[in-house]
């Protein structure tokens, strides 16, 4: 086949067409340090590329909502452990009342004690953060603890009532793996675990024991205040297992956040090799790629010199 200017040229500017996509495509990359920066650099690697950074995003969204929730947790726990001193300061004075030698001014003293540790009690069931309290369910607005206005050591022993609800929040810590994230204070509190309105065989209402136990100091009774040593017992016994439920639920997000770690430098690792390029190997290529364009372009300029007349001189 005889080969003619014509073809010649054709053949030229296909070359010149082709190292120059190619020449920016490689600088592309490596000013980006990618080398998948459209569809066409490597059309079978789109798909696993986007399905990757998709199963980031959704770790990262895990991972964040997990530091939220053991943010609550923590300050949840700081507020139980303050409970457990409440309870064991009116354990102190429990006893104290029942030495003989205090009378009825050192008993109504140790009685308005005991009715600040109730208040300060309710305060600590009464706690919130970013303005949603951690005890109330899924009403979280509202304070969970409010006085009983019509309370009767009698006709009503309830010092407060719960106008919260019984809703479990449920977070999905990790892809198909939930863990409760919060614990209602009527159970906390008033050892209704399950949720009837009335408290738990073997459980107490905390503020009613403190109550009863104020009550009998004031009425200088101090075998009736001892006599609720026990339930002051169960009360501390109370908060802990809570507690203790609060810290499980912790530990088990920390590991969940753990893993998330793990799967995201995995996933990372699978991202860089579609998407990341190999600089060095870009930058040598790159300056293949300048030169043979250059040699292509001299090369050509000679050719468009050419003509009948150079060979009649």
Do not use: C
């Not at 169960?234 to 753990?258: C, H, K, P, Y």
């Not at 300056?287 to 001299?298: I, S, Y």
């Amino acid at each position: 086949m005889k080969a003619t200017n014509a073809t010649t040229y054709r053949s030229m500017l296909g070359f010149l067409n082709t190292t120059t996509s190619r020449l920016q495509t490689l600088q592309v990359a490596v000013a980006t340090g990618r080398k998948l920066n459209t569809a066409s650099d490597n059309p079978a690697g789109v798909a696993p590329t986007l399905l990757t950074r998709s199963r980031m995003s959704a770790a990262t969204t895990h991972y964040d909502l997990n530091l939220a929730a053991l943010d609550r947790l923590k300050a949840q726990d700081t507020q139980m452990d303050q409970a457990e001193n409440l309870i064991s300061r009116a354990i102190e004075l429990t006893v104290a009342s029942g030495n003989g030698t205090y009378g009825d001014y050192e008993r109504e003293i140790m009685a308005s004690e005991m009715k600040d540790l109730r208040d300060s009690m309710k305060s600590l069931a009464n706690g919130q953060m970013d303005g949603k309290y951690f005890f109330s369910g899924f009403n979280d607005l509202t304070p969970p603890f409010v006085d009983n206005p019509a309370y009767d050591p009698i006709l009503d022993p309830r010092p407060v009532l719960y106008q919260g609800d019984y809703g479990q929040k449920n977070l999905e810590i990790s892809p198909g793996e939930t863990e409760t994230i919060n614990f209602t204070g009527n159970s906390i509190f008033l050892g209704d675990a399950d949720n009837d309105g009335v408290t738990d065989a073997g459980q107490v209402d905390i503020f009613a024991v403190m109550a009863t136990i104020e009550e009998a100091m004031r009425n200088d009774d101090s075998a009736g205040a001892t006599a609720a040593l026990g339930d002051l017992n169960t009360a501390l016994e109370q908060i802990s297992v809570n507690r203790s439920q609060m810290g499980v639920a912790a530990n088990r997000i920390d590991r969940a956040n753990e893993n998330i770690q793990d799967v995201k430098v995995d996933l990372e690792e699978v991202l860089s090799r579609y998407q990341d390029a190999d600089l060095i190997e870009s930058i040598t290529e790159m300056t293949q790629q300048e030169q043979a364009l250059q040699a292509a372009m001299d090369v050509t300029g000679r050719l468009s010199k050419l003509s009948i007349l150079d060979y009649l001189r």
